[in-house]
């Protein structure tokens, strides 16, 4: 049984980093895309962040330059480094993986990598408050 577990979150000002964690177990597959989504209240569920088994990676253009995916493949654990935090930041943020995946199909499916249709495991989030 696949399981996403998300840690890390917490309440910053404005200007302030923190970084997430996704815990990643019972996952049998070699090829996998792994995803940071965020809800805001009252908002749609967006995609954040995506990386494949081959380490590419796709950003939102709201955090290009601010965020950073990466994942420790011996741990199986995936992170969202976030800096220049700002209000607009704050939301839930959730882990999603999408087995049999790379950024090249997620395109071909989906004309991006982070369509929220394509992810079929969910954590169960992590609340990031950013305070002006």
């Known amino acids: 049984q696949v399981q996403l577990v998300e840690s890390g979150g917490g309440s910053v000002q404005a200007g302030g980093s923190l970084r997430l964690s996704c815990a990643a177990s019972g996952y049998p597959y070699s090829s996998v895309c792994m995803a940071w989504f965020r809800q805001a209240s009252g908002k749609e569920r967006e995609g954040v962040a995506t990386i494949d088994s081959d380490g590419s990676s796709r950003y939102a253009d709201s955090v290009k330059g601010r965020f950073t995916i990466s994942k420790d493949n011996a741990k199986n654990i995936l992170y969202l480094q976030m800096n220049s935090l700002q209000p607009e930041d704050t939301a839930m943020y959730y882990c999603?993986?999408?087995?049999?995946?790379?950024?090249?199909?997620?395109?071909?499916?989906?004309?991006?990598?982070?369509?929220?249709?394509?992810?079929?495991?969910w954590g169960q989030g992590t609340q990031v408050t950013v305070s002006s």
């Open positions: 999603a993986a999408a087995p049999a995946c790379t950024i090249a199909t997620m395109y071909e499916l989906y004309g991006t990598a982070l369509n929220i249709l394509g992810y079929n495991y």
